[in-house]
Nanobody, 125 residues
Framework: HVQLVESGGGSVRAGGSLRLSCVVS????????MAWFRQAPGKQREGVAA????????YYGDSVAARFTISRDTAKNGVYLQMDHLKPEDTATYYC???????????????????WGQGTQVTVS
Protein backbone atom coordinates (compact mmCIF):
# COMPACT_ATOMS: atom_id res chain seq x y z
CA HIS A 1 0.00 0.00 0.00
CA VAL A 2 1.73 3.14 -1.25
CA GLN A 3 1.32 6.33 0.75
CA LEU A 4 2.69 9.82 0.27
CA VAL A 5 3.03 12.06 3.30
CA GLU A 6 3.73 15.77 2.86
CA SER A 7 5.04 18.19 5.44
CA GLY A 8 6.57 21.65 5.61
CA GLY A 9 3.74 23.97 4.67
CA GLY A 10 2.98 27.14 6.56
CA SER A 11 2.69 30.89 6.37
CA VAL A 12 5.45 33.20 5.18
CA ARG A 13 5.87 36.78 4.02
CA ALA A 14 6.45 37.59 0.37
CA GLY A 15 10.09 37.07 -0.53
CA GLY A 16 10.52 34.35 2.04
CA SER A 17 11.21 30.63 1.67
CA LEU A 18 9.66 27.31 2.61
CA ARG A 19 10.66 23.72 2.02
CA LEU A 20 8.11 21.00 1.47
CA SER A 21 8.87 17.34 2.01
CA CYS A 22 7.16 14.27 0.60
CA VAL A 23 8.04 10.82 1.90
CA VAL A 24 6.94 7.61 0.20
CA SER A 25 6.01 4.49 2.13
CA UNK A 26 5.20 1.11 0.65
CA UNK A 27 7.38 1.45 -2.45
CA UNK A 28 10.86 2.50 -3.48
CA UNK A 29 10.74 6.08 -4.67
CA UNK A 30 13.78 5.47 -6.87
CA UNK A 31 11.55 3.98 -9.57
CA UNK A 32 9.01 6.76 -9.50
CA UNK A 33 8.35 10.04 -11.20
CA MET A 34 7.41 12.34 -8.33
CA ALA A 35 5.77 15.72 -8.71
CA TRP A 36 4.36 18.64 -6.84
CA PHE A 37 1.04 20.17 -7.80
CA ARG A 38 -0.80 23.09 -6.28
CA GLN A 39 -4.35 24.30 -6.21
CA ALA A 40 -5.51 27.75 -5.19
CA PRO A 41 -9.15 28.44 -4.29
CA GLY A 42 -11.26 28.69 -7.42
CA LYS A 43 -8.44 27.61 -9.70
CA GLN A 44 -7.45 24.41 -11.43
CA ARG A 45 -4.71 22.24 -10.02
CA GLU A 46 -1.42 22.96 -11.77
CA GLY A 47 1.86 21.13 -12.02
CA VAL A 48 4.70 22.86 -10.18
CA ALA A 49 7.69 20.55 -10.63
CA ALA A 50 8.63 16.92 -11.15
CA UNK A 51 11.67 14.70 -10.78
CA UNK A 52 12.51 11.19 -11.87
CA UNK A 53 14.07 9.93 -8.67
CA UNK A 54 16.35 7.40 -10.34
CA UNK A 55 18.38 9.89 -12.36
CA UNK A 56 17.41 13.24 -10.86
CA UNK A 57 16.10 14.76 -14.09
CA UNK A 58 13.83 17.67 -13.22
CA TYR A 59 10.93 19.54 -14.81
CA TYR A 60 9.36 22.86 -13.80
CA GLY A 61 6.26 24.86 -14.49
CA ASP A 62 6.87 28.25 -16.08
CA SER A 63 5.49 30.17 -13.10
CA VAL A 64 8.03 28.72 -10.64
CA ALA A 65 11.15 28.09 -12.72
CA ALA A 66 14.22 29.78 -11.17
CA ARG A 67 12.41 30.22 -7.82
CA PHE A 68 11.56 26.64 -6.85
CA THR A 69 13.85 23.61 -6.76
CA ILE A 70 12.73 20.00 -6.61
CA SER A 71 15.24 17.49 -5.32
CA ARG A 72 15.34 13.83 -4.40
CA ASP A 73 16.42 12.16 -1.20
CA THR A 74 16.86 8.46 -1.88
CA ALA A 75 17.96 7.82 1.70
CA LYS A 76 14.64 9.13 3.02
CA ASN A 77 12.70 7.74 0.06
CA GLY A 78 11.22 11.02 -0.96
CA VAL A 79 11.54 14.44 -2.50
CA TYR A 80 11.71 18.05 -1.43
CA LEU A 81 10.41 21.25 -2.92
CA GLN A 82 12.51 24.27 -1.97
CA MET A 83 10.48 27.41 -2.57
CA ASP A 84 12.35 30.72 -2.60
CA HIS A 85 11.28 34.28 -3.40
CA LEU A 86 7.72 33.36 -2.62
CA LYS A 87 4.92 35.54 -3.92
CA PRO A 88 1.31 35.93 -2.75
CA GLU A 89 0.19 34.15 -5.93
CA ASP A 90 2.05 31.04 -4.71
CA THR A 91 -0.60 30.67 -2.00
CA ALA A 92 -2.26 27.28 -2.50
CA THR A 93 -2.61 23.77 -1.20
CA TYR A 94 0.41 21.82 -2.42
CA TYR A 95 0.10 18.14 -3.24
CA CYS A 96 2.75 15.50 -3.76
CA UNK A 97 2.04 12.98 -6.51
CA UNK A 98 3.82 9.90 -7.80
CA UNK A 99 3.67 7.51 -10.68
CA UNK A 100 5.59 4.37 -11.44
CA UNK A 101 8.13 4.96 -14.18
CA UNK A 102 9.89 7.90 -15.74
CA UNK A 103 8.91 11.53 -16.00
CA UNK A 104 8.57 13.03 -19.47
CA UNK A 105 7.07 16.08 -21.11
CA UNK A 106 3.61 14.98 -20.01
CA UNK A 107 4.46 15.37 -16.34
CA UNK A 108 1.96 18.20 -15.63
CA UNK A 109 -1.05 16.01 -16.45
CA UNK A 110 -2.76 14.98 -13.22
CA UNK A 111 -4.24 11.83 -14.69
CA UNK A 112 -0.92 10.04 -15.11
CA UNK A 113 -0.21 9.91 -11.37
CA UNK A 114 -1.17 6.84 -9.39
CA UNK A 115 -0.67 8.19 -5.89
CA TRP A 116 -1.41 11.48 -4.12
CA GLY A 117 -0.67 12.96 -0.75
CA GLN A 118 -3.20 14.71 1.45
CA GLY A 119 -1.93 18.22 0.70
CA THR A 120 -0.21 20.90 2.73
CA GLN A 121 -1.19 24.56 2.86
CA VAL A 122 1.21 27.32 1.83
CA THR A 123 0.16 30.89 2.50
CA VAL A 124 2.21 33.88 1.34
CA SER A 125 1.22 37.35 2.49
Amino acid sequence: HVQLVESGGGSVRAGGSLRLSCVVSGYTAKYMCMAWFRQAPGKQREGVAAVFVNDGRTYYGDSVAARFTISRDTAKNGVYLQMDHLKPEDTATYYCAARLGICDSGWPREGIYNYWGQGTQVTVS
